[in-house]
T-cell receptor, first 113, second 109 residues
Framework: IAGITQAPTSQILAAGRRMTLRCTQDMRHNAMYWYRQDLGLGLRLIHYSNTAGTTGKGEVPDGYSVSRANTDDFPLTLASAVPSQTSVYFC????????????FGPGTRLTVL | GQNIDQPTEMTATEGAIVQINCTYQTSGFNGLFWYQQHAGEAPTFLSYNVLDGLEEKGRFSSFLSRSKGYSYLLLKELQMKDSASYLCAVKDSNYQLIWGAGTKLIIKP
């Protein structure tokens, strides 16, 4: 793989179910991020990780959890999905630094019914 | 609170020039980014400004005034493929990106 990948591409999920969105990058970037993008709103940061083994909360962390066991993978878990978590989810990565751009995965479109 | 403002939508003609404005109020400032996002796709990086002035990169230029909390993205010689959303984002005092809602640019022939 080259760059950053996400799986699944899209998913329809019943409310109350558990779901893990996968994200993998092969660029050896230190930092990784999870965003959600909703119509009319900017990208909102859910969780981030500055380096393997550490994670932090973003603007909208409630209902989500992450782990960073290694440099490449950064899964996002919805423990018990709710309809308000219907969104497009983007994973991103960057080299740690002030002016370093973030590279985005193709996104996962999640619908919670 | 933190706020990034951009126009929701703009329309321009192929071959023309368009300026997309962005104003921001954030807790701290560590740089401003512009990204392009085509419908159904991921955002991709266009430009970065941290000092006042104009940064030029081909048909695209980005300007920053930190004292005014203002930036613009200038697109010249518009092409149909430039139809996309343009996202303004500011890196705050915690080095996290705060994103505007984006400006949808429609190019007409």
């Amino acid at each position: 793989i080259a760059g950053i990948t996400q799986a699944p591409t899209s998913q329809i999920l019943a409310a109350g179910r558990r779901m893990t969105l996968r994200c993998t990058q092969d660029m050896r970037h230190n930092a990784m991020y999870w965003y959600r993008q909703d119509l009319g709103l900017g990208l909102r940061l859910i969780h981030y990780s500055n380096t393997a083994g550490t994670t932090g909360k973003g603007e909208v962390p409630d209902g989500y959890s992450v782990s960073r066991a290694n440099t490449d993978d950064f899964p996002l878990t919805l423990a018990s999905a709710v309809p308000s978590q219907t969104s497009v989810y983007f994973c991103a990565s960057s080299v740690k630094g002030e002016n370093n751009e973030q590279f985005f995965g193709p996104g996962t479109r999640l619908t919670v019914l | 609170g933190q706020n990034i403002d951009q126009p929701t939508e703009m329309t321009a003609t192929e071959g023309a020039i368009v300026q997309i404005n962005c104003t921001y109020q954030t807790s701290g400032f560590n740089g401003l980014f512009w990204y392009q996002q085509h419908a159904g796709e991921a955002p991709t990086f266009l430009s970065y400004n941290v000092l006042d002035g104009l940064e030029e990169k081909g048909r695209f230029s980005s300007f920053l005034s930190r004292s005014k909390g203002y930036s613009y993205l200038l697109l010249k010689e518009l092409q149909m493929k430039d139809s996309a959303s343009y996202l303004c984002a500011v890196k705050d005092s915690n080095y996290q990106l705060i994103w505007g809602a984006g400006t949808k640019l429609i190019i007409k022939p």
